[in-house]
């Protein structure tokens, strides 16, 4: 029986729904499909896309700048223990959401990266046409800005996390600050 009134959950039942940090593993999985659609798509469709230009992927490093600034006051805010309801303080639906923000973009570069990274590997196939020589800046760009996005949502999301607990530490070591064995 399951519900409310089933009563308390073994310790370790409910493990695989709990949201843990985002794994590398699973950007470049994302990555590599997004870079096999794109690939096939732009190599039906090449002819009707209009040319690229090199600014095309800027969009991700501003907000990849963002986001790596935002990391570092995050950090320092938890640093600084200003984690609360206070006023001035960071409060922990905002640190979630913050979280929520890193996930999404993490994704998105890695889609961004993968998507780019399609397109170029058709581009350098057909290195003969001027139209793909001429795309393959905008596609570089895209691509870098990618990775540089996933990097900045991995960054934020490391930024967001709670330090260890202080009470753990304490029992870690004895009375005379040395550690205590394992």
Known sequence: ???PSAG???PGEDEGHKLGPTRIRDLLAVA????LALWLLIHYNYGSFPSLPWLSGISLYVLAGLEVVIGFIVRKRIADREVGRSRGQLHPI????LVALAKASALLGAVAAGGWAGVLV???QNGILDAARADRPGAVVGLVGGVVLAA???W???CCRTPDDPDQDAADTAPDGSPTPA
Do not use: Q
């Not at 590599?32 to 870079?35: K, R, Y």
């Not at 905002?94 to 959401?97: D, E, G, K, L, Y």
């Open 1 to 3: 029986m399951t519900g």
């Open 8 to 10: 308390p959950k073994p």
């Open 32 to 35: 590599i499909v997004a870079g």
């Open 94 to 97: 905002n640190a979630a959401r």
């Open 122 to 124: 058709f581009l350098m």
């Open 152 to 154: 900045a949502a991995l």
């Open 156 to 158: 934020l999301e490391h």
